[in-house]
C-alpha cells in the first residue's frame, strides 16, 4: 500500500504559521486539470482502493482489475488526481501496467516480421532444401555436418523508425493519456533505437528525440503526467514528427497520431498528413468522426481505442502490411 510519509518527529523544526510547506498546492485542493476525491468516489471501489487522503492500495487495485477489467478507467483517472500523493502513486503503478502490457502485446506483431533464411544458425527451423548442397558438401568431405552447413529459418522485423505524436490539448483525459502512454512503450520495445515521442497543443514538445537513452518508463510516466489544455495546431505537429524521422536510417519510417484530430486552425493538417511517408492515427472510441475524416484525406490508416491498454494491440494489427 502507498501512503502519505510518517509524520515529523515531535520537537523538529515546524513551519511557521500563515507559510505553506512548499510551493505545491496541499492534497485535496483542487488545481486547475484535476480531479478531486468527491469525483473520483462515483467510482463503486474508489474507497477500496483509496480508503484515505494520499493513499493507493495495490493490493486492492489488483483485486479490482482481476475481477473487472475496467476499473482500470479508475485508476486511469487517478493519474489526475488532486491529491498530490494518490496521483503520483497512481503514475507509478500505470506506468507500470503500460509497459506489462506494452511487452504483452509484441507477440500479436506477427505481420511486421517475415522469414528469412539465415547460414549457420543454432537456432529457427532448419530449411532442409536449403541446406542440401551443406550437408553433401560435408559427405563429401568425410566430415561431420557444422552449423555453417545448415540453412534454418527465423523472423526478423524489418527496421521501422517511429514518431508518436500525443495531442495534449484541452480534450485530453487520464484514459487517453494511458493509451498514449501505451504506444510509446510499445514502440520503444519495437523501435528502441529509432523512435521520438512529441506532444503537442498550441506548441510542439519533443518528449523523446528519435536516437536518445531515456527510459520507456520516463517517457511514461512524463507522458501520463500531461494536462490538457489549449488549442490543437495539427499541422505543426505533424510537421515536427516529419522532422524527426527525416535523421532516421530505417527504411520504413511511421508517424503515429493519438488524437480526435480536432484541429484548431486552418493549417493545411491533410495536406501536412499526405505528405507524411506512413500516418496512423488512433483516436478515442468516443470521438473519432474528425480522425476518420483526415484518414480518409491523407490515405492513413486509423482506429479507434475502446480500452487504453489495449492500444498496443491495435497498434500492431495496424502495422501490418495491406492485403495485395
Not at 20 to 30: E, Q, V
Request: aromatic share 2%.
Amino acid at each position: 500500500m502507498t501512503g502519505p510519509p510518517a509524520a515529523a518527529a515531535a520537537g523538529g523544526p515546524r513551519p511557521k504559521a500563515g507559510r505553506p510547506k512548499s510551493g505545491r498546492p496541499k492534497s485535496g485542493r483542487r488545481e486547475a486539470g484535476t480531479t478531486g476525491r468527491r469525483e473520483l468516489a462515483g467510482h463503486a471501489r474508489f474507497a477500496e482502493i483509496s480508503p484515505e487522503v494520499g493513499v493507493l492500495d495495490e493490493g486492492a487495485m489488483a483485486r479490482a482489475l482481476a475481477e473487472d477489467p475496467t476499473a482500470f478507467q479508475l485508476l486511469a483517472a487517478m493519474t489526475a488526481a488532486t491529491d498530490e500523493r494518490l496521483r503520483a502513486a497512481a503514475i507509478r503503478l500505470s506506468t507500470r501496467i503500460v509497459l506489462e502490457r506494452a511487452r504483452a502485446g509484441r507477440a500479436s506483431a506477427r505481420g511486421i516480421s517475415r522469414l528469412r533464411p539465415v547460414r549457420g544458425a543454432t537456432d529457427g527451423d532448419l530449411d532442409i532444401d536449403a541446406s542440401v548442397e551443406g550437408v553433401s558438401a560435408a559427405r563429401t568431405q568425410a566430415r561431420p555436418v557444422a552449423h555453417d552447413d545448415l540453412t534454418t529459418l527465423q523472423w526478423a522485423r524489418p527496421r521501422t523508425a517511429f514518431a508518436v505524436v500525443v495531442d495534449r490539448s484541452g480534450s485530453m483525459s487520464g484514459a487517453r493519456l494511458t493509451s498514449a502512454a501505451t504506444v510509446a512503450a510499445a514502440c520503444a520495445l519495437r523501435a528502441p533505437q529509432e523512435h521520438a515521442v512529441l506532444s503537442f497543443a498550441g506548441s510542439v514538445d519533443v518528449i523523446r528525440p528519435l536516437v536518445s537513452d531515456i527510459a520507456p518508463a520516463a517517457v511514461a510516466q512524463r507522458l501520463l503526467r500531461l494536462r490538457g489544455h489549449g488549442v490543437t495546431r495539427l499541422a505543426e505537429a505533424l510537421h515536427a514528427a516529419q522532422d524527426q524521422l527525416a535523421h532516421a536510417r530505417a527504411r520504413r519510417q511511421v508517424v503515429i497520431l493519438l488524437s480526435d484530430c480536432r484541429s484548431t486552425d486552418d493549417d493545411g493538417t491533410a495536406q501536412t498528413a499526405r505528405a507524411l511517408p506512413e500516418l496512423i492515427i488512433l483516436a478515442p472510441a468516443d470521438d473519432h468522426e474528425q480522425a476518420a475524416h483526415l484518414a480518409r484525406e491523407a490515405g492513413a490508416r486509423w482506429a479507434a481505442i475502446e480500452h487504453p491498454l489495449d492500444a498496443a494491440a491495435v497498434l500492431d494489427r495496424l502495422l501490418e502490411p495491406r492485403a495485395g
